[in-house]
């Protein structure tokens, strides 16, 4: 998708040495990417201690028995 964006010339500069893109579009590419990563995890480890897969694993697994 084509888009117009104003960046500060100092902070893409830094962008694209430290992923090492080749150009602008890549380097936000790859930010945007990493971002959207983190977030994910970040959420995912917010449901530490919320979800107790093993007692759901064991249910699913005898329900799978009775079934068969």
């Known amino acids: 998708m084509r ?4 960046l500060k010339d100092d902070i893409i500069i830094e962008v694209t ?3 090492g893109a080749r150009n602008k579009s890549q ?3 790859e930010v945007l ?3 959207v990563r983190e977030k994910r995890m970040q959420k995912l480890l917010d449901l530490k201690g919320k ?5 759901n694993w064991k249910a699913l697994r005898e329900m ?3 079934e068969s």
């Open 27 to 29: 380097a936000v590419n």
């Open 33 to 35: 990417e990493a971002f």
């Open 3 to 6: 888009t117009t964006l104003n």
């Open 17 to 19: 040495r430290l992923t």
């Open 51 to 55: 979800l107790h897969l093993d007692d």
């Open 64 to 66: 799978e028995l009775d």
